[in-house]
């Protein structure tokens, strides 16, 4: 056995696998992230750390879409568990496992795969760009043909309306630029503004930020792949900066089948599950991981009080914890008030008052940085999992 | 020059692996594994998989910058122990402005971080690297007041001195603000625990998003050293280097840099991470002004 084949097999015996949550399929995510706690295998935060995609649940379309563009964006060697129902999980993944340390098969992956062009030093590919020179470039995953860039070569314009190309969004690519517009006098000649579409994409647009600075506008999707994000959920900010300066909203959709999983019965686990995807984005991983422990074994109604009451305890001391999360506005109420309100439920104590109406989720975003916003979307945790796929 | 140079970069490694294994067993250990103690091999078996993993190529990405930034790290954490004395045994390089070395390699980490972020040209990373330049605006004033107070105290900025001079009473008791301020930077050097953000799971992985197979390895590793290197200099600064009873000085050194290595790690294991916006006002209205005055009371007792 060669070396490879060596580093192959003692890797796979930890991969780092990227879970993907799908509306509708709760069951299979919690089987899924049990299973990995049993076999200590640390899931990855984005398609390029992670070498084991998992799909927990039956996608519909568009969400299969977005998955199947993740893994086209994962490099070589990697493996994928499709686990249609919470039975199939322990199987999947020892296939996925046994794949990962398989030296021929992922060879023969890595030499088949058209799309995906892992970055090699014979890659010095120079376009012809006229007076420009652009250096060396790699062209990516994505498929982008060569775009006509002798056609760009206009001296002069006053503005140059490139379309928004049309990339399928993809939870961790930042390139759906829009147009490019009012380069005012050029001064003649080439100028460094003009290369138009370089490698196929528009310029950002840029546009007054919040302070009165120009900045670069960039439409970055957040999800539907994301870790502890919520399930099929696809919020595409429009950034400057890290500021958030419009938000779109979108659901993906699971596919039709799967019963709602957080019916009412088992509130105390259901609150431990959003906390700890809250604690998750937060940072604050130990507790998250033991917010997730809890509400296992709360799901098998063997919750350990003692270990229960602790968590509450600290949770609600951390004074880190609320500064990090009290100016974070959900309208009448914020992020700290509702994690209070989730502990005093998981504590047992009086269910909160949570009629205040929260406004839409896309006005709360605007004006945040991505942190805040991040921590906005996990405080609200909007219930996504009602969103189904229409048969067609 | 002396034969240190050579061991250096080993014992920079060794601290390295150790608190990767460390920062395992704990991870596992929090998230209810059994047996957590078995994940001490997760750092080796991540060496292993990244060295066969194929390299991530974004479109437009610039190599050069990339490349540049991810080898900053582990450079600049090797250049910045160059300086440190190790218990008995000189330091690779005793040179009489150790302290600004030290202080302009970290800086070099805030480039590598940012190159790194920038180069691959997508959006996560470059929003890490924006993070990582605001952290640095927070803490590095803080930071360098500290060590300032280290300097003024020892009247010296030779890490030698340093330790010399705290023959009758550490630094650490003699000036506890610069020590826990410096603990704090120390993370923030290694953008590391509460000081993560620009890495952040917020960002899925912020400035490391994008990088896959040996990137990801050296980036990983040199962050890991800095913290290591980070904690090794809080021996020779404030806790007496080698000094100890016993035990050989050489011993001392290593015990207390483990010590505060495992501090530094388990803290990432209780805390939040900050956001930089609220922690950028604590930094400027609480922690100049008390580093500041930590420096006047030393700065009056050296007189």
Redesign the interface.
């Known amino acids: 056995m060669g070396l490879?084949a060596r580093?192959?097999r003692?890797?796979a015996?930890?991969?780092?696998p990227l879970v993907v949550a799908v509306p509708g399929f709760t069951g299979v995510r919690l089987a899924v992230e049990a299973d990995l706690?049993?076999r200590?295998w640390?899931p990855a935060?984005?398609?390029?750390?992670a070498?084991l995609l998992i799909v927990c649940g039956r996608p519909g379309p568009d969400l299969a879409r977005a998955i199947d563009t993740v893994w086209d964006?994962m490099?070589?060697?990697r493996a994928r568990a499709d686990a249609p129902t919470a039975s199939d999980v322990p199987s999947a993944l020892d296939a996925a496992s046994a794949h990962l340390a398989d030296e021929p098969a992922q060879l023969e992956d890595?030499a088949q795969r058209a799309s995906?062009?892992?970055?090699t030093s014979m890659?010095h590919s120079t376009m012809d760009h006229g007076d420009m020179d652009h250096g060396?470039?790699?062209?990516?995953?994505?498929g982008?043909g060569d775009m006509d860039h002798g056609a760009m070569g206009h001296e002069g314009h006053e503005s140059m309306d490139h379309e928004a190309m049309g990339h399928e969004s993809m939870?961790?690519?930042?390139?759906g630029h829009e147009g490019h517009g009012g380069h005012g006098g050029h001064g003649g000649g080439h100028d460094h503004h003009m290369m138009g579409a370089?490698?196929?994409?528009a310029m950002a647009d840029r546009a007054p930020d919040r302070d009165g600075l120009k900045l670069d506008v960039?439409h970055?999707p957040f999800g539907p792949v994301?870790?502890?994000w919520p399930a099929g959920l696809k919020v595409t900010f429009t950034?400057q900066?890290?500021v958030v300066q419009a938000a779109e909203v979108e659901h993906l959709a699971g596919d039709a089948g799967a019963g709602r999983f957080w019916d009412g019965t088992n509130v105390v686990a259901a609150r431990l599950d959003a906390l700890a995807r809250l604690?998750?984005?937060?940072?604050?991983?130990?507790?998250a991981?033991?917010a997730?422990?809890l509400r296992d074994q709360a799901l098998d109604g063997k919750v350990e009080k003692a270990r229960l009451e602790k968590f509450v305890r600290r949770t609600r001391r951390?004074r880190?914890?609320r500064?990090?999360l009290q100016?974070v506005g959900l309208g009448e109420t914020n992020a700290w008030t509702r994690a209070s309100g989730w502990l005093a439920e998981i504590g047992g104590e009086t269910r909160p008052d949570t009629s205040a109406a929260t406004p839409p989720l896309g006005e709360l975003l605007v004006g945040l940085?991505?942190?805040?916003a991040?921590?906005l979307v996990a405080a609200l945790d909007p219930d996504t999992e009602g969103a189904v796929a229409e048969h067609v | 020059m002396s034969e240190s140079l050579l061991v250096l970069p080993l014992l920079v490694a060794v601290l390295t692996v150790a608190a990767a294994a460390f920062d395992a067993v704990?991870?596992?250990s929090?998230?209810?594994?059994?047996g957590?103690w078995?994940?001490w091999d997760?750092p080796?078996?991540?060496t292993?998989?990244l060295?066969?993993?194929?390299?991530?190529?974004?479109?437009?990405?610039d190599?050069l910058l990339r490349r540049a930034g991810v080898l900053v790290l582990p450079v600049a954490a090797v250049l910045a122990a160059a300086v440190l004395p190790l218990g008995g045994a000189r330091a690779a390089s005793d040179m009489s402005v150790g302290i600004v070395w030290f202080n302009a390699m970290e800086v070099a980490v805030w480039a590598g971080v940012w190159l790194a972020g920038w180069g691959v040209n997508?959006?996560?990373p470059?929003?890490g690297g924006?993070?990582m330049i605001a952290q640095g605006l927070a803490y590095e004033l803080p930071h360098m007041f500290a060590l300032i107070t280290v300097a003024v105290g020892a009247e010296s900025l030779r890490f030698s001195d340093v330790v010399t001079a705290q023959h009758d009473l550490w630094f650490a008791v003699q000036m506890p603000v610069a020590f826990l301020v410096y603990l704090l930077s120390a993370l923030a050097m290694a953008f590391w625990g509460?000081m993560?953000?620009p890495v952040?799971?917020?960002?899925?992985?912020g400035a490391?998003?994008?990088?896959?197979?040996a990137d990801?390895l050296v980036f990983s590793a040199g962050r890991h050293a800095m913290l290591a290197v980070a904690a090794a200099a809080a021996v020779p600064l404030f806790l007496g280097g080698g000094a100890g009873p016993l035990l050989p000085a050489w011993l001392w050194a290593l015990l207390k840099t483990l010590a505060v290595l495992a501090v530094l790690v388990w803290t990432?294991?209780?805390?939040?991470?900050?956001?930089?916006?609220?922690f950028m006002t604590f930094a400027w209205t609480a922690l100049i002004p008390a580093t500041l005055l930590q420096l006047l009371v030393t700065g009056l007792v050296a007189l």
């Open positions: 490879r580093l192959l003692y890797a015996g930890r991969p780092r706690r049993r200590g640390r935060l984005a398609p390029a750390e070498d964006q490099p070589s060697p890595a995906y062009t892992p970055e890659d060396d470039m790699d062209h990516s995953a994505m982008h939870g961790h690519e930042a390139m370089p490698h196929g994409l960039l970055v994301l870790a502890d950034l900066g890290d604690l998750a984005v937060a940072g604050w991983t130990g507790q991981a033991q997730r422990v951390s880190t914890l500064w990090m100016d940085d991505v942190a805040a991040r921590l | 704990l991870g596992a929090a998230a209810g594994v059994p957590a078995r994940a997760a080796l078996r991540e292993a998989r060295l066969v993993r194929q390299r991530r190529s974004t479109l437009a990405a190599r997508s959006a996560y470059l929003v924006y993070r509460p993560s953000s952040g799971a917020d960002l899925a992985g490391a998003a994008e990088l896959s197979g990801r990432a294991h209780r805390l939040p991470v900050l956001r930089m916006d609220r």
